[in-house]
């Protein structure tokens, strides 16, 4: 079966750093895009960067110059650094693995891990 398995979120203050780990399982790595969304009580979820595995990557406006996502082929895991951490970014961070060919498409999401950021 598939998994994606999200580590190392917690309770962090403002201008802190937390690093995000997914550890994914049951799919060919480096066929996916890998990616982290998030998601606020009451709000839409929304991207927050994402990478293929060449190496391109883009990134939400709101976490440009703060967060670098990278990925591990050999681990099969893709991470989210996050430094100089605000309370905006409070949510629940999801791990997101994508593959998109003419003829079908999978998508898997990890349980997801809490991030808080308060003082």
């Known amino acids: 079966q598939v998994q994606l398995v999200e580590s190392g979120g917690g309770l962090v203050q403002p201008g802190g750093s937390l690093r995000l780990s997914c550890e994914a399982s049951?799919?060919?790595?480096?066929?996916?895009?890998m990616a982290w969304y998030r998601q606020a009580p009451g709000k839409q979820r929304e991207l927050v960067a994402g990478?293929?595995?060449?190496?391109?990557?883009n990134y939400a406006d709101s976490v440009k110059g703060r967060f670098t996502i990278s990925r591990d082929g050999a681990k099969n895991t893709v991470s989210l650094q996050m430094n100089s951490l605000k309370p905006e970014d409070t949510a629940v961070y999801y791990c997101?693995?994508?593959?998109?060919?003419?003829?079908?498409?999978?998508?898997?999401w990890g349980q997801g891990t809490q991030v808080t950021v308060s003082s």
């Open positions: 997101n693995a994508r593959r998109l060919t003419l003829s079908i498409s999978s998508t898997y």
């Open positions: 049951g799919i060919i790595f480096d066929n996916y895009f």
């Open positions: 990478s293929t595995s060449a190496g391109t990557t």
